[in-house]
């Protein structure tokens, strides 16, 4: 999922962690607790994500490569299209995608609905389209009765597009425990997550990853002093950093198999600097701080699998 960018910083800077600050004015601030605005439109697409009508033989669902029971994403470094080739680009995580500002790797799209009608048109993805969908949706008269129901009316690519989207936005995972050490909990992290947290920011990391979603609120070059994966695209959405403990592997294409493996790749590509192994195992703690929690449970990483269809932010 992640691309972990981190920025160089003063070489004094980054040899002394900082002193911990108050919570409150911390660079990163807590996820807030999200209610969908209308829950019937938020169920009604929940039943659409897992609906293999989206697709244009009827095969592929959302779900199929963003598996909401583990971490919203898959475990495939890249998954596959329609007809067996690899995608491009790793399939990032759904969970917490309405707080980023751009979605997708590319950051071509600016909202969710924009989103989703392109990913029902991509050969690449759906291979279908929204009035393809709403077709095969008006010839079955229970999905005209929820769309009856929820909408007012019978199905409709503004109201397919509304309920995909009113559920993703509904996939925010709050309550991660750096969330409540933010809030003031001071035991919810060890010293030594602390201590990752320290140097995340006196390392330049919090320059790219801060905010509610720690990243996904601007653009970034990779491989700045040296390569990182596939040159291609060069500038990258940079990803939030939430989660990022269930979502292996890493990066735009998927190349770093362990979360520790992405910090020392970044480490070299980002900064010019080879991190000891202490550095990178204090980072990693204070990264599987971010884990969040959906309806209740953590997130997990996700069971290799094969899967075709990709996509969302």
Aim: with cysteine; net charge neutral.
């Amino acid at each position: 999922m992640a691309l972990i960018c981190l920025n160089a910083a003063s070489p004094a800077t980054a040899q002394s962690p900082a002193l911990p600050a108050r919570p409150d004015q911390e660079p990163i601030t807590p996820i807030p607790a999200v209610s969908a605005a209308d829950p019937r439109r938020a169920l009604l697409g929940e039943r659409l994500f897992k609906d293999p009508r989206l697709s244009h033989d009827n095969t592929y669902s959302c779900s199929s490569c963003h598996d909401i029971s583990t971490n919203g994403a898959s475990a495939n470094a890249r998954d596959l299209t329609p007809d067996g080739r690899l995608l491009p680009l790793n399939t990032p995580t759904v969970f917490n995608a309405s707080l980023n500002y751009r979605l997708n790797w590319e950051g071509n799209f600016r909202s969710l609905e924009a989103h989703a009608e392109q990913t029902l048109r991509n050969p690449e993805i759906m291979a279908s389209s929204a009035h393809e969908v709403v077709n095969k949706l008006r010839a079955d008269s229970e999905a005209v009765r929820q769309f009856r129901d929820v909408y007012g009316r019978e199905p409709d690519v503004a109201a397919l597009l509304d309920a995909i989207a009113s559920y993703e936005r509904s996939l925010v995972t709050p309550a991660s425990r750096f969330d409540r050490w933010l809030s003031g909990q001071a035991d919810a992290i060890t010293p030594e997550e602390l201590s990752g947290y320290q140097l995340f920011k006196s390392l330049g990391c919090i320059s790219c990853h801060q905010g509610v979603n720690v990243g996904g609120n601007h653009f970034q070059r990779h491989g700045i002093f040296h390569p990182l994966g596939s040159a291609e695209p060069e500038l990258v959405r940079v990803p939030s950093l939430r989660n990022v403990a269930t979502t292996p592997p890493y990066f735009h294409d998927g190349s770093a198999p362990s979360l520790s493996d992405a910090v020392k790749a970044m480490g070299i590509a980002q900064l010019n600097r080879v991190l000891t192994d202490h550095q990178v195992a204090i980072i990693v703690a204070f990264l599987n701080t971010l884990t969040g929690t959906y309806q209740g449970q953590a997130l997990r990483s996700a069971t290799p699998a094969p899967r075709a269809a990709a996509g969302l932010p």
